[in-house]
């Protein structure tokens, strides 16, 4: 599935933002292919861990959204770091999802690659999903890319939190 970028954050370099979602053996896998890359800034490598803040820099993302306007946030460092959390609503309730994760990347001269390996027991088969990314080029450059973007134009600005953003379906991508 390919994400769109929001269009107030145009890209200098990246062409394109893929992703591709699917089960094995009880384990979610979300891989994100990035296009263009040649002039992406990532993150240092670090030790695989839980870690808070990496979207302030290249950054992958996936939102599930969970009974009662509850929702879950992965997020998934070039680093290897990564990042889960619960909220109870819309930006309310934050607190850490007990979640096991892997992260590995790849890359060549234009493309990178970025994989993640999830098990979560509240994420589960038919969740309303919504596919991000945060890019960053070198000179800081940031550009916002989703499945979709709120319609609202009174949000000049991204919201992956928005709801109106998980326009996919976990299960569907699975079967896909």
Partial sequence: ????????????????VDVAVWCDQ?????????????????PDPAAPARADGLWKTTCFEAFAGLSG????EFNFSP??????????????????EPTEVEVWSEGGDSWIALEASVRCD??????PL?????????????????LAHPANPSKALPDFHDRSC??????DIAAS
């Fill in 122 to 127: 509240a994420l589960v088969a038919r969740a």
């Fill in 69 to 72: 306007g509850a929702y879950l």
């Fill in 130 to 146: 919504g596919l991000t990314a945060v890019i960053e080029e070198k000179g800081a450059q940031k550009s916002y890319w989703a």
């Fill in 166 to 171: 998980f326009v996919a379906k976990l299960a």
């Fill in 79 to 96: 680093s290897s770091q990564w990042a889960a959390y619960r909220f109870d609503a819309y930006r309310q309730g934050m607190r850490e």
């Fill in 1 to 16: 599935m390919e994400l769109l970028h929001h269009r107030e954050t145009p890209s200098i370099a990246v062409e394109s």
């Fill in 26 to 42: 009880g384990r979610w896998h979300f891989r994100y292919l990035v296009e263009g890359a040649q002039g992406l800034a990532l």
